[in-house]
């Protein structure tokens, strides 16, 4: 990572842990809704987040780093799904900007929480980087990410995204299932009188 040159918006993703939680998104929308729900388009889902952490239409510059399990190599809830041959050093641009793939692989030496937690310290400490928005696995290392993220700079936008709200940190906090729901195409509307 030291090679890279950061840009000044950031987004981080436990690439694995977001696969699960969209495909239990759409085991239970379907259930409730009756219908089939498509996978994820992650452009749409990308454009999301970067909203929902603070980013508005523009020339921006994003970068997107996806952690995941070598061992997998594929999302199985999202389109496009190939880790290393579609997503990783490919890049889109609509009305936000541009957004830079780069898939990065856990290694056998280390796991999900310690990779991305150092990911996520090393990506803040870059003084060029100045929103940073994270998905981590907050059901299992949240308060590695409140370690990671308890000495960073106040000129530094830092937004988690959880499922649910977590207790208190140097951050700001939104919840996951929106931007997944709306990549998904599942719309308020279909909600209204579901149980």
Same mark, same amino acid.
């Given at each position: 990572?030291?090679?890279?040159? &950061?840009?000044?918006?950031? #987004? ?9 939680v969209a ?8 259930r ?12 749409? &889902? #990308? ?36 880790l290393?041959?579609e ?11 541009e957004?830079?793939f ?27 980087v ?61 909600l209204?009188?579901?149980?």
């Amino acid at each position: 990572m030291e090679k890279l040159q &950061w840009s000044e918006n950031v #987004i981080l993703v436990d690439a694995d842990y977001v696969d699960k939680v969209a495909f239990n998104l759409i085991v239970n929308f379907e259930r409730m809704l009756g219908r089939r729900i498509p996978q994820a388009d992650i452009a749409k &889902w #990308i454009d999301c987040i970067a909203l929902d952490g603070g980013l508005r239409e523009g020339d921006n510059r994003v970068q997107v780093v996806l952690v995941y399990d070598k061992t997998k190599g594929k999302l199985e809830n999202f389109v496009p799904a190939g880790l290393d041959d579609e997503l990783n050093g490919k890049a889109f641009k609509d009305n936000i900007g541009e957004f830079l793939f780069s898939s990065l692989p856990v290694e056998d030496m280390t796991d999900n929480e310690h990779l991305f937690c150092d990911a996520l310290m090393h990506i803040c400490s870059q003084k060029q980087v100045k929103r940073v928005m994270a998905v981590p696995d907050a059901e299992t290392y949240y308060d590695g990410v409140r370690r990671a993220l308890k000495n960073v700079d106040d000129d530094k936008r830092v937004t988690v995204f959880a499922m649910q709200p977590m207790s208190g940190g140097n951050f700001r906090q939104e919840i996951l299932g929106y931007s997944l729901m709306a990549a998904l195409g599942i719309h308020s509307e279909e909600l209204e009188g579901c149980e």
